[in-house]
């Protein structure tokens, strides 16, 4: 083994100055902790000019592996993320490029095995954010293979991790189409306004139908009822202990787990120490945590395990006339967020919490029972995709971490573990 500092270079970043105009809004992405959210970085936002690059910043070249080194997001979640082009970065990440000996990606994924030793070697600093030492980072171990065996295993991890993010991307796509639907029909009154205005059809006969000709003096469409919370939705209360059953295994939604990319965490009882919320299977989370944050989780249950989640989450399981699919888009909506804003209660902007009794009183859908269905005839489909999608990305990157160090080490061959994955597919 040799190290990290062998076979790379470390380079520091900054951050131009926000008050200058020509600094901002040019045509170099731009990363820091805030953004360093997918593991392929490439055409994102802020972005920065050329005179702000100049000024106060550092250019990573393609290829470079971005690690955020400070900041208090460090305890729940160590950003590692890929270069796909050049792209700008602050003074709390590292850029490490690998040198003319190394393969980038292969260099990428090796440092994605050393997330446990990253973990386990968290730094404070001075004012309680988390660091990692420059020295630490350059001390770490990197296997003697020669470039083409990288090469080689470097692309076999990359391909996994690119079907991960086009998953991601899918689902994105996903639920806006579901979101979009949700605000036309129960937001916006889009066919009830289009009928108003003498606009053509744009719906299927049937379903156009099913939307009224006028709206009512309160502005809503005639005939639809106005829905409080507890009417379309079960607050499912209760605690779980699983330090109580210590060899059970939990699929944990947990605040940090979410905003890494919306995957429970899969833990033994033994290592959850605090008291935990049941969570129902087909449930939604809604996060009472300072609601201007959009933590809405869809769950889905995999075999062999229990749920539970943070407590700062809510479950609730759809009842009377909605599905799961409309209890969702509405969670997610920005007008529902909007309004959850409004009634949150504390002074610490980090513990804004909404009172759950408050929430059930509130008047929260106007529909009708056939639209009702009809809304979960479209927006089903659409998001049992968005979970399959979530099972494939969980399989491809517990395959990968399982056969990554595997193929480092040489224990098994790359054409041995190719067959293996097209076996459990």
Same mark, same amino acid.
């Given at each position: 083994m040799s190290t990290l500092e062998q076979a790379a270079e470390f380079l520091s970043g900054g951050t131009p100055k926000k008050g200058v105009p020509e600094y901002w809004d040019g045509d170099i992405p731009w990363y820091s902790a805030s953004n360093m959210d997918r593991?392929?970085?490439?055409?994102?936002?802020?972005?920065?000019?050329?005179?702000?690059?100049?000024?106060?910043?550092? +250019?990573?070249?393609? *290829?470079?592996? #971005? +690690?955020?080194?400070? *900041?208090?997001? #460090?305890?729940?979640?160590?950003?590692?993320?890929?270069a796909d082009q050049p792209v700008a970065f602050n003074q709390d990440v590292k850029a490490i490029c690998a040198k003319p000996h190394v393969d980038p990606t292969f260099l990428h994924f090796w440092i994605e095995l050393l997330r446990k030793d990253l973990t386990d070697n968290i730094g404070v600093t001075g004012i309680g954010a988390g660091k990692f030492d420059t020295d630490f980072l350059k001390g770490l171990p990197f296997p003697d293979l020669i470039k083409k065996e990288q090469e080689k295993i470097g692309l076999y991890a990359s391909s996994f991790d690119r079907r991960i993010d086009l998953n991601r991307q899918m689902n994105n796509t996903l639920e806006m189409m579901a979101r979009a639907i949700f605000k036309d029909w129960f937001i916006d009154f889009g066919p009830t306004r289009a009928k108003l205005e003498g606009r053509e059809p744009y719906l299927d006969p049937k379903l156009w139908s099913l939307f009224p000709e006028r709206l009512d003096h309160e502005g809503k469409p005639e005939g639809w009822k106005v829905l409080r919370l507890d009417q379309i939705a079960e607050h499912c209360k209760g605690t779980a202990s699983p330090a109580s059953e210590p060899d059970r295994i939990y699929e944990h939604y947990s605040l940090p787990a979410f905003d890494n990319g919306q995957e429970p965490v899969v833990d033994l009882g033994a290592s959850i120490k605090s008291n935990k919320t049941p969570v129902p299977e087909g449930a939604i989370l809604l996060s009472k945590l300072n609601p201007e944050i959009k933590r809405v989780w869809l769950t889905h249950k995999s075999s062999g395990t229990e749920q539970i989640a943070s407590t700062e989450f809510l479950a609730f399981k759809p009842k009377g006339p909605v599905s799961r699919s409309l209890l969702f888009c509405l969670f997610s909506d920005p007008f529902f967020r909007q309004t959850l804003q409004g009634m949150v209660t504390g002074t610490s902007k980090s513990h804004q919490r909404v009172s759950p009794p408050a929430l059930m009183a509130l008047d929260v859908i106007v529909g009708d029972d056939q639209l009702f269905e009809a809304f979960e005839e479209k927006a089903s489909p659409l998001l049992e995709r968005v979970l399959a999608n979530r099972v494939e990305t969980r399989f491809l990157a517990q395959t990968r971490v399982m056969l990554l160090p595997k193929l480092i080490s040489g224990e098994i061959s790359l054409k041995v573990t190719e067959q293996q994955v097209v076996e459990a597919t």
């Open positions: 593991r392929f970085l490439c055409d994102g936002e802020p972005k920065i000019t050329k005179a702000g690059l100049e000024a106060g910043s550092r +250019l990573a070249p393609q *290829g470079a592996t #971005l +690690l955020l080194v400070r *900041g208090s997001g #460090l305890f729940n979640r160590i950003p590692i993320c890929f």
